[in-house]
């Protein structure tokens, strides 16, 4: 059956267009055109079932194949490990787990305990509830806030959602969870304050909130080191060392969320490491096994873990369970990622083929009135897209959505913002894989370039 379909395609595509209900999409569209379905991938390239293949800019879609696809050595690892022991609760522990958790660590100065999950939205939840457990055992409740910006994203679920600044991915969600509060973004293109240091006044923002909230009530600050759905959006210089210093002001822990920036994406092995701030708790999915096993991981510091202990107190540990964060195959296989990137040179890739990317974008810039901004760090980056470069009016969606795929049809694959901000779907974003070359740069730029001329120009 499967060889006969895999011989079929039409045949996949009806079951698909049938029976399958995609992600992130409108399915009006398939009534006429076919959904797309892929089928292998090898480096940086993928192939869909008609045979077609393309260039993905966006490792799988949403950033998350960081070494590429085709890897035999994590496939060989993750099967070695299900026929030896597929799965056991977290109650208990994995070789592969205990390994994956040594070797992470050694990455992460001052942190120390792994909590596994297997999803990005998951591990989010998992920190949420550690800082309200410790609100609630160690502070009389108090504490139990959590505060979030504008913009940044950290999951699907409920819980995330009620901690997401963004507002389309949330509309008719509702109602969120209660105790989260939204903090400023702090994207200088669209400033919110004049006058110079900016990173400086946007983390001011966030104490304007602290204290009109009271310092008492706020358990913890999440943020993305750097936002990625949201635009692309690196903190401005100074932000970071006031966010760190606020936090350790009013006595907050500082949540990071790396999902997207974990694992060499920034061209450090975590986004936080550009900044040199000490996180309490950093949460990571995508790129922890690059898509080849779903993991996801709450990092935390010894301090957050020993809050927890109390023999005494028989609701004191921490009484969360994920059965998933049980499969043995997700730390194994990124256990074998992590090796791949270390052995690969992949952080220091991802930095110097970023910066590449950058120069070749603000060729771009120079080129296309359609560019309002360029940004990025390491091999993630965005494009922001304007009508009028002296208004910074927001290029329409239907536009940013051609250039796509113009893109598309020099068989490159790029992302752009999708459902996020209201009015600010504009920024195109890309996330190659972290073994990207010169040559593919070359190629994604061009396809751009190709993209703007034929949709905008
Ligand atoms: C920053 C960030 N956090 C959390 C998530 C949620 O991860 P998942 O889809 O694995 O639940 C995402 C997903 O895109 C993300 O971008």
């Not at 035999?72 to 056991?88: G, T």
């Not at 819980?159 to 989260?180: C, D, K, T, V």
């Not at 990317?357 to 120079?366: H, K, N, Q, S, V």
Request: glycine share 10%.
């Amino acid at each position: 059956m499967d060889d006969l379909r895999s011989n079929d395609p039409a045949s996949v595509i009806a079951a698909d267009r049938a029976h399958v209900w995609h992600h992130l999409i409108q399915h009006k569209p398939f009534e006429t055109i076919d959904p797309r379905i892929i089928v292998e991938g090898k480096g940086m390239q993928v192939w869909d079932i008609k045979g077609r293949e393309y260039l993905d800019a966006v490792s799988g879609g949403v950033w998350t194949v960081n070494v590429g696809y085709g890897r035999e050595r994590i496939a060989d690892a993750v099967r070695d490990q299900l026929v030896k022991m597929c799965y056991f609760a977290g109650a208990s522990g994995t070789i592969a787990g205990a390994e994956f958790a040594e070797r992470l660590v050694s990455k992460m100065p001052g942190l120390s305990r792994v909590y596994y999950a297997n999803s990005g939205s998951e591990a989010n939840e998992k920190a949420f509830k550690m800082v309200r457990a410790i609100s609630a055992k160690h502070h009389g409740g108090k504490k139990s806030k959590i505060l979030y910006r504008d913009r940044d994203y950290h999951g699907t679920t409920i819980g995330a959602l009620s901690a997401g600044g963004q507002q389309e991915r949330n509309a008719r969600f509702g109602p969120f969870a209660p105790g989260f509060i939204e903090v400023p973004h702090c994207l200088e293109y669209r400033a919110q304050w004049e006058g110079p240091d900016y990173g400086v006044k946007a983390a001011d923002a966030i104490e304007e909130v602290i204290l009109r909230e009271g310092p008492d009530e706020i358990g913890a600050l999440c943020l993305e080191p750097v936002t990625a759905g949201g635009g692309c959006i690196v903190p401005p210089a100074g932000y970071w060392e006031r966010v760190q210093e606020i936090c350790r002001k009013y006595d907050i822990l500082l949540h990071i969320d790396e999902v997207v920036c974990g694992l060499g994406r920034t061209g450090t092995w975590f986004g936080y490491q550009q900044f040199g701030v000490e996180p309490d708790l950093v949460t990571m999915a995508k790129g922890v096994a690059s898509g080849y096993a779903a993991i996801s991981c709450c990092v935390t510091t010894e301090a957050v873990f020993d809050a927890f202990k109390d023999a005494d107190d028989p609701l004191g540990h921490f009484r969360d369970i994920s059965t998933f964060g049980g499969c043995a195959s997700g730390p194994v296989a990124a256990l074998e990622n992590m090796k791949i990137i270390e052995e690969e040179g992949l952080c220091e890739n991802s930095a110097a083929m970023g910066e590449y990317l950058m120069e070749r974008f603000r060729e771009l810039e120079a080129k296309h009135q359609v560019i309002g901004e360029v940004r990025g760090l390491g091999l993630f980056a965005g494009i922001e897209l304007v009508a009028d470069r002296e208004t910074r009016e927001p290029l329409a969606e239907k536009l940013v959505a051609k250039v796509q795929a113009e893109a598309l049809a020099e068989d490159v694959m790029i992302g752009a913002a999708n459902r996020s901000v209201p009015g600010f779907n504009n920024v195109l974003l890309f996330a190659p894989a972290l073994i990207a070359t010169r040559d593919d740069i070359d190629r994604i730029v061009a396809a751009v370039d190709a993209g703007l001329t034929r949709a905008v120009a």
